[in-house]
C-alpha cells in the first residue's frame, strides 16, 4: 500500500512532467490487473423521485423546480434489451431514494430482466432496508453501487443529513452487508466537496482499500444551483485554503490512486468527468486508470430531469448515439471492448480463497456469476 504521505504528494503535485509517472504507473497497473477490456455498462436512470436532502445533489426533495418521473417496468425493459442488443453486459439501474420502488415491483423487475436478457445487473438506489437488499439479491440483482461520498464523517454528516426520526446514516456499515449478501459492492466518492481537504481524499483512498471494493466510482462535484452546496462552494472557493478543487486534474489524480491502491477493481470513467471534459474526459480517464465506461439508455424525454448536477455531458443524445460513440472512443485508443458481465477480478479471487490473509466472508454462489 502507498504511504499516506506519498498519495498526498500526489495529490498535491502541480508538475505535469512528474504527473506523467503517476499516469504511467496507473496505466501499467490498470494493463496488468484488468488488461486492456473496456466493459460497457448501460445506465438506467429508473426514477428521480427522492426523499433526502443531500446538500450536493439536484434530484433532494426540496428542489420543487424539478419534473419527477418514474419509468414503467415495460419501459425499464425495453431499455434492458437495448443493452443486451448493444452488446453490454450489465445494466445498471439508478435512481433517487424513491419508496415508490417497493420492494416487491423492483423484485419482479430483477427477476423479468434476468429472465429476458441474462445481463449482470447493478443497483444503484441509494439506502435501502436490508431486508430489501436481501430479497433483490435473492431475485438475481448481482452488485450494488452506494458510493460513500467522504470518509471524513463530520463532512458527510453535513452534506448528507439523516431522514427525521431516522437513525444516524451508516453507509459504510450499509457496504458491509451488502458484501455479507453477496454483492459485488461499489463506492466511491465525489471530489472537492466544500470543506473537503487533501488527507480526507488520502483517508478514502485508504477506505477503498480497507472495504476491498470490487468497483470504485469518482467524479469531481458539480454545483447544482438548487442546492445548499452550490452556495457554499462559492464562499469557499475553489483551492483556496486547503480545499480540494473539484477539477478535472484532481479527478484523473483520484482514478489513478484508486487503481494503485485497489489494483483488480473495476473503475469508470466517470459522466461527471466527462461534464467537465466533453472532448477527452472519459478517454484520459481510462488511460490514467479507469477500465469502465457507462453509456446512457435512459430514454432522453426523462435523461434532462435526471439531473443531478446540470450540464451533465450527453444529456440529449439518444441511446443509439451513446452506444456509437462509446465504442468509437474505445477503438481509437486501441482498446477493445469487453464481452461478458465483466465482473470484478476482486470477487472473483475471493471466491477462489485467493486473497487469503484476511478473514473474509464467502459470496453465495450464483449460478452464472463467472
Ligand atoms: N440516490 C442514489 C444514487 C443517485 S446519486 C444514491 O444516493 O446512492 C449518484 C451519485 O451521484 C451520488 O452518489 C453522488 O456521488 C453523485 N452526485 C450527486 N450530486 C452530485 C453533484 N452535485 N456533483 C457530482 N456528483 C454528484
Partial sequence: MIAREEILGWLTEVNEDTLEGLWTRADDARRNAVGDDVHLRGLIEISNHCVRMCHYCGLRAGNRDLTRYRMTAVEILSCANAALQY??????????EDPGITREWMAALIRQIKHETGLAITL???????????????SGADRYLLRFETSNIDLFRQI?????????????????ELRRLGYEVGSGVMIGIPGQTYLD?????????????DMIGVGPFIPHPETPL?????????????????????????????RLVCPNANIPSTTALATLNIKGGREMGLQRGANILMPNLTPPRYRVHYEIYPAKACIRETAEQCH???????????????????????????ANGILSGRKRLTPKPSGNRF
Fill in 160 to 176: 448528507h443529513p439523516s431522514r427525521t426520526g431516522q437513525t444516524e446514516v451508516d453507509r459504510i456499515g450499509l457496504l458491509k
Fill in 324 to 350: 456509437g460513440c462509446m465504442r468509437r472512443r474505445i477503438e481509437m485508443l486501441g482498446r477493445k471492448v469487453g464481452i461478458g458481465p465483466g465482473n470484478a477480478l476482486t470477487t472473483i479471487r475471493r
Fill in 87 to 96: 452488446g453490454y453486459g450489465t445494466v445498471v439501474l439508478q435512481a433517487g
Fill in 201 to 213: 481524499l488520502a483517508n478514502d483512498l485508504y477506505l477503498f482499500r480497507e472495504l476491498d471494493l
Fill in 230 to 258: 452550490a452556495t457554499q462552494s462559492k464562499l469557499v472557493g475553489n483551492g483556496s485554503h486547503g480545499q480540494v478543487p473539484n477539477s478535472e486534474l484532481m479527478t484523473y489524480k483520484m482514478i489513478a490512486l484508486s
Fill in 124 to 138: 444503484s438506489l441509494g439506502e435501502r432496508r436490508i431486508e430489501e437488499l436481501a430479497v433483490w439479491r435473492e
